[in-house]
Nanobody, 124 residues
Framework: QVHLVESGGGLVQTGDSLRLSCAAS????????MGWFRQTPGKKREFVAA????????TYVDSVKGRFTISRDNAKNTVDLQMNRLKPDDTARYYC?????????????????WGQGTQVTVSS
């Protein structure tokens, strides 16, 4: 089992930046790829970004490319999502997830463990 806890969400204005962090504990001795998803009420959970176990591969949804950066520190068991030039459309609850795949994966059914989420609200 892997336990994930997100932090770093908040209320910001359009154009601001936020850095989300996800701390993993539990069975972290094996390799996991990691991802960030987001969801707003009434909508399907959306993939945002993912990073491979080694950190050498990343991928993003088109709407955040060039603005968001995912990174990881395996020594600290953390995964971060740096979000720049935030827009109101980025408003959502953001979830960290761990996959038993070690390569980058983008579908939520490919992830085995989920955090409780952290709210990001971007005002116009």
């Amino acid at each position: 089992q892997v336990h994930l806890v997100e932090s770093g969400g908040g209320l910001v204005q359009t154009g601001d930046s936020l850095r989300l962090s996800c701390a993993a504990s539990g069975r972290t001795d094996r390799g996991y790829s990691m991802g960030w998803f987001r969801q707003t009420p009434g909508k399907k959970r959306e993939f945002v970004a993912a990073i491979s176990w080694s950190g050498s591969s990343t991928t993003y949804v088109d709407s955040v490319k060039g603005r968001f950066t995912i990174s990881r520190d395996n020594a600290k068991n953390t995964v971060d999502l740096q979000m720049n030039r935030l827009k109101p459309d980025d408003t959502a609850r953001y979830y960290c997830a761990a996959s038993e795949y070690t390569i980058v994966v983008t579908n939520d059914f490919q992830y085995n463990y989920w955090g409780q989420g952290t709210q990001v609200t971007v005002s116009s």
